[in-house]
């Protein structure tokens, strides 16, 4: 079943904080972020475990909270080259272990203005 | 490194005409997936192979649509015949292990008249 993300599309200045939502009604193995320019492919950014585990990567991190099947991609101090549509991938969990394949969310358009 | 190489980046054709998209994935990946984009549906998984061998096709739209993998370094996705309503980008993407990080390929932009 695919995750919802949310919310739809978020408009930003530069220097300014963004939180992104994934959500799911599967157990979960692992989440998955990547983000895509227009008319380009996808570009991975993270992935995290169940575990509750939070990364970070630059001024974007993200968590993972397995018990609510829910992880959040957090963007700090935005930048121009953040622009972009972020996806959330997940991994259902499969007798324990992963199912191999990602479901991916519809996305989150954000635009970062000058 | 060589990342996922699609071919062709762009097809235009005519309904009705069979369609064959081309994928080489990364070197030692063993899983290899295959996605298509819309504005309407955005990115959905048509089907995945590990170690060259089908896992899940449920994604794939109906029977005009097919995918193979002869061997690890190549696979098709083949629509037969094809419809306006098929016009989309399809990725394929490739990983090692399927939790690791997926490659994606620059997309086949395909448009049918």
């Known amino acids: 079943q695919q995750p919802v993300q949310s919310p739809q599309a978020v408009i930003l200045r530069e220097g300014e904080d963004a939180v992104i939502n994934c959500s799911s009604s599967?157990?979960?193995?692992?989440v998955h972020w990547y983000r895509q320019k227009h008319g380009e492919a996808p570009v991975f950014l993270m992935i995290l475990l169940k575990g509750g585990e939070q990364k970070g990567h630059e001024k974007i991190s993200a968590s993972f909270n397995e018990k609510k099947q829910q992880s959040s991609l957090y963007l700090t101090a935005s930048q121009l080259s953040y622009s972009g549509t972020y996806f959330c991938g997940t991994e259902a969990e499969w007798y324990g272990g992963s199912q191999g394949n990602l479901i991916f969310g519809k996305g989150t358009k954000l635009s970062v203005k000058p | 490194d060589a990342g996922v190489i699609q071919s062709p980046r762009h097809e235009v054709t005519e309904m009705g005409q069979e369609v064959t998209l081309r994928c080489k994935p990364i070197s030692g990946h063993d899983y290899l997936f295959w996605y298509r984009q819309t504005m309407m549906r955005g990115l959905e998984l048509l089907i995945y192979f590990n170690n060259n061998v089908p896992i899940d096709d449920s994604g794939m739209p109906e029977d005009r649509f097919s995918a193979k993998m002869p061997n690890a370094s190549f696979s098709t996705l083949k629509i037969q015949p094809s419809e306006p309503r098929d016009s989309a980008v399809y990725f394929c993407?490739?990983?090692?292990?399927?939790?690791?990080?997926?490659?994606f390929g620059d997309g086949t932009r395909l448009s049918i008249l």
């Open positions: 599967k157990a979960l193995y692992s």
């Open positions: 993407a490739s990983s090692f292990r399927g939790v690791q990080p997926q490659h």
